[in-house]
């Protein structure tokens, strides 16, 4: 165990109040606009056919709108928080991780595009299953394809619903109405044994959040998820798009920048404890923590608190507290000149002020002296000498030193492959392996270029999509508006990121609050604070955009597969209306309820969600769409093997003592790869073995009367 | 009455078959390269190879084939991908019914 003294204590929240209160107004005006577009989508509902229009916008949608509302649908909540935060933990291994999203366009929504609308046109279909139904005059097959979306789509739900509250948190979270608003919260359900462990704050934004999107999607149905996913869509170009200047000032190039990466070796993680001299005397959160302290040697070492650490009043001491140690000498050199300067900036006075409140300074005075000599050879930027009233307040017992499982003590990992990997993602069932193969060794870069642009093709939630635009010339235009659409998103992403990592070192433990965290940063680099409520305002919009297009997806899956078309077919229009408003309330409800106490590994849960729909999706799709052969065993059993398939693999990883959402790998391939190879194998075997499909089918969804 | 194949299901087909010789000539290419040129061995030198001052592995695997790509993608949406008459939207204002019907009957 190692004791180091430290002194001199940081609390400020990533958002300096001036964003915060920018963040307020965004959100604010936010709200409004999207209620705006509710009604007016509201107002379309009437005087056409209730579900057609409801779910799916009467196959109507011009070139902008499909264009948008199926690029900001693709790029979820993961684009602008897990995706970053990959970048920032793995650096430029994350080009080729993300590369083929360079043929995501054209291979999402041309692959099934033009055909996957006409066969929707043909069948009078509305939903996927209804699709699948349809075109094998198969109910079961229906009922089956609307369990597992349903199954798939509200685990993920729940992760996206988190997404978006974290996000808004981190957003408001400096504003004065938010901490009182959280404050009263806190108080409201103190005592509730199921809100135990929750925090105020992320309840207050999970209820906002919540309740926005679940009312503007229930409201104004498709066109409302539509119009909104065009204003959010272009919300995030704008970000991305004033972010990628801003970083490249801000590092000096991308020479120096790329340079500086080239020698960074990955940090260490350290756990332990905190003690406090005196009992904090209210409730003080701790974030954004720097220790410092120079050795025997004359060596600087510099320590970042992770994530932020809530204290009741009276506490003396925070146990399982996680440090990040900076190891690369020129990162901790260049930190602590930035730890110096801000020493001197009004903001640093602010800071010292929190601090002094929140841990008791009026008792000061019966600080032990032994212990300031210990500070006076550890450093931090706040020293004694210069701010009389910061004095050493805590003693930092690290327990624990963890190296990276690969890639520890070596420069270069993080401008080359398979790049490094910390050791709070091993719990890998294969951990040995992993670490020897690294973040990204040659068979899951295979697997993520199927991933991306393969499975995205059997995402059940883009296929629907696919369903709504109004003619083949808005398809063509629209995979030439998105092609250039990611473009200018994903690769400024990982330049952007990459480049995180020099202007927000000791992130690791907390890289998911990197987007944010890097917003306020570039913008007060340039004076701008109030700019980061527009930034990051991007991946909010990115959420929700995405959460409102899965709300709908299943409440047309409950309302129109499950209930009008197979218990109550002659259900009249109003009672479908009202039954289809009631179900997206309850299911964004439920959604809502989870995600108070969501399950862990978030990002993990929606990968797991993307590779399961793509297994069981894609390859029953492609033949129905394709193969005249295709009948509703084949498909039917394709769609069972991948999910099965897929779901082994995970299953595998349990019963060997792993996570659930870390699946084992086979051949060195994840489960996308496995799943979909199962599925095409089973749809290529089980059809030839099974009846021919009838000629009547054949006939409607691959002829056309002759003219002559 | 006679039938012919569904020109929709025609050139749809032709065109996912050159969009998959797309997608695989990305891969074939992206993969590989990266893998030859930014991939090291543990403990292995690093020798820094910029280019436009990122690495040239990103550079050559994975940012010029993204834009070749876009603008092969975009060719193919101009010159390639057939504008089909898809079944007129008119006709669906009565879908939800038609099909009601016809799964009751």
């Known amino acids: ?268 993680i350290a756990s332990g404890r905190l003690d406090f001299d005196q009992a904090t005397d209210q409730p003080v959160t701790l974030k954004d923590l720097w220790f410092g302290r120079t050795d025997e040697d004359g060596e600087q070492h510099l320590y970042r608190l992770s994530r932020s650490i809530s204290l009741p009043a009276g506490a003396t001491s925070a146990e399982n507290v996680t440090f990040v140690e900076l190891i690369t000498p020129e990162e901790i050199d260049l930190q602590w000149k930035r730890l110096e300067e801000n020493r001197s900036s009004s903001s640093a006075t602010k800071v010292q002020e929190d601090i002094t409140g929140a841990v008791g300074s009026g008792e000061r005075d019966a600080l032990n002296l032994a212990e300031t000599e ?20 805590m003693t930092v017992h690290f327990d624990e030193v963890q190296e990276y499982s690969y890639g520890a003590g070596e420069p270069g990992n993080y401008v080359s492959g398979p790049a490094p990997m910390g050791p709070s993602e091993a719990g890998r069932t294969d951990e040995d392996v992993a670490a020897a193969a690294g973040f990204l060794p040659l068979g899951m870069a295979i697997s993520f270029f199927f991933m991306w642009a393969i499975s995205g093709t059997g995402q059940p939630q883009y296929m ?64 701008h604070g109030w700019l980061a409520g527009l930034l990051i305002a991007a991946p909010f919009a990115a959420v929700m955009s995405t959460v409102d297009s899965f709300l709908l997806v299943i409440s047309s899956a409950l309302v129109r597969d499950l209930y009008q078309r197979n218990i109550h077919p002659s259900a009249s229009d109003q009672t479908v209306k009202r039954l289809s408003y009631l179900t997206t309330l309850i299911i964004g409800s439920i959604a809502l309820i989870f995600a108070i106490n969501p399950p862990k590994f978030l990002q993990d849960i929606i990968v797991y969600v993307g590779s399961g729909l793509a297994a069981c999706f894609l390859f029953p799709v492609v033949a129905l769409l394709y193969w005249k052969r295709s009948n509703v065993w084949g498909c039917l059993g394709s769609m069972l093997v991948g999910f099965s398939s897929h779901l082994m693999m995970h299953i595998a990883s349990w019963l060997q003592g792993g996570e659930f959402t870390n699946p084992v790998d086979l051949f060195g391939l ?39 | 009455m006679k039938s012919t194949e569904d020109p929709v299901y025609r050139h749809s087909k032709r065109e996912a078959i050159a969009i ?42 994975v940012a010029v084939p993204w834009v070749v790509c876009g603008l092969v993608a975009i060719g193919m949406c101009a010159f390639y991908i057939q504008d089909d008459d898809l079944e007129p939207a008119e006709s669906l204002s009565s879908e939800v019914n038609s099909s009601e019907s016809s799964n009751s009957s």
């Open chain 1, 464 to 527: 629907v999509r696919l369903m709504a635009f109004k003619d083949s010339k808005t398809l063509r235009r629209a995979i030439i508006t998105v092609t250039i659409y990611y473009g200018l998103i994903y690769f400024p992403l990982v330049i952007i990121f990459c480049y995180s990592r020099i202007l927000l070192p000791g992130m690791e433990n907390e890289a998911d609050q990197i987007m944010p965290a890097m917003a306020v940063t570039l913008t007060e680099g340039v004076g």
């Open chain 1, 374 to 393: 210990e500070i006076a050879k550890a450093y931090w930027p706040f020293d004694a000498d210069s701010n009389p009233s910061v004095k050493p307040l």
């Open chain 1, 1 to 268: 165990m190692k004791d180091v003294g430290m002194g001199g204590v940081s609390v400020s929240g990533i958002l300096a109040v001036t964003a915060s209160n920018a963040a307020i107004w965004t959100f604010g005006i936010y709200t409004i606009a999207v209620f705006v577009i509710a009604a007016f989508a509201n107002r379309l509902l009437q005087g056409k056919s209730f579900l057609s229009e409801y779910f799916l916008g009467s196959r109507g949608l011009g070139m902008w709108a499909f264009a948008l509302t199926f690029a900001a649908t693709s790029a979820s909540g993961g684009s602008f928080t897990g995706f970053p935060a990959k970048i920032y933990t793995h650096g430029w291994i994350l080009a080729l991780w993300i590369s083929s999203y360079m043929v995501y366009p054209i291979c999402t929504m041309g692959l099934l595009g033009k055909r996957v609308n006409q066969v929707a046109r043909k069948s009078g279909s509305i939903t996927i299953p209804d699709v699948l139904r349809d075109r094998f005059e198969s109910p079961a097959f229906g009922i089956v394809a609307m369990l597992l979306i349903v199954f798939f789509l509200s685990f993920n739900l729940i992760a996206q619903f988190k997404a978006g509250s974290v996000l808004l948190q981190t957003l408001i979270e400096d504003a004065e109405i938010f901490q009182s608003l959280s404050h009263t919260c806190g108080l409201m359900i103190q005592g509730n044994s199921f809100f135990e462990g929750v925090e105020p704050g992320y309840f207050c934004c999970l209820l906002s959040f919540g309740i926005l999107v679940i009312l503007y999607t229930t409201y104004g149905g498709f066109h409302a998820v539509v119009w909104t996913d065009v204003l959010q869509g272009i919300v995030m170009v704008f970000g991305v798009a004033i972010m990628l200047p801003l970083t490249l000032s801000q590092v000096g190039g991308m020479r120096s920048g790329t340079e500086l990466m080239a020698k960074m070796i990955p940090p260490r």
């Open chain 1, 670 to 708: 994840g489960p996308v790869v496995i799943g979909l190879a199962a599925s095409l194998l089973a749809v290529l075997i089980i059809t030839p073995l099974t009846p021919k499909p009838s000629e009547k089918l054949v006939e409607k969804y691959f002829s056309v009367p002759s003219t002559t």
């Open chain 2, 20 to 61: 998959l010789l797309l997608w695989g000539a990305s891969f074939l290419w992206t993969v590989p390269y990266c893998y030859e040129y930014g991939y090291r061995t543990a403990g292995e030198e690093l020798e820094l190879d910029l280019f436009w001052g990122l690495p040239s592995w990103v550079v050559w695997g």
